[in-house]
Nanobody, 118 residues
Framework: QVQLVESGGGLVQPGGSLRLSCAAS????????MSWYRQAPGKQRELVAG????????NYPDSVKGRFTISRVNAKDTVYLQMSSLKPEDTAVYYC???????????WGQGTQVTVAS
């Protein structure tokens, strides 16, 4: 079955950087677009980045455009999220899933906590 394991979160100061990883298994990774989402306490889960199966196209909401970069290595069945110029409002649990602009299924992993605070 589909398994997604996120890692790389932590506590970082405003303006800092983090790289998240999502290791996928249980499906043919190179056939699917992938995306990252986040959910802050009391808020709905939101898309923060998407990437096509080839990696040639990406999409970001305005809130993270220019600060976050999604990438993937199909040979490693892994998708990454490089986050820079982090702000306190980026604090959330971050998840990956299949899909480009919306989640393809209820494949949510445990997520990884990102806390931006001084």
């Amino acid at each position: 079955q589909v398994q997604l394991v996120e890692s790389g979160g932590g506590l970082v100061q405003p303006g800092g950087s983090l790289r998240l990883s999502c290791a996928a298994s249980g499906f043919t990774f190179s056939n699917y677009a992938m995306s990252w989402y986040r959910q802050a306490p009391g808020k709905q889960r939101e898309l923060v980045a998407g990437i096509t199966n080839s990696g040639r196209s990406t999409n970001y909401p305005d809130s993270v455009k220019g600060r976050f970069t999604i990438s993937r290595v199909n040979a490693k069945d892994t998708v990454y999220l490089q986050m820079s110029s982090l702000k306190p409002e980026d604090t959330a649990v971050y998840y990956c899933n299949l899909g480009f602009t919306s989640a393809l299924g209820n494949y949510w992993g445990q997520g990884t906590q990102v806390t931006v605070a001084s």
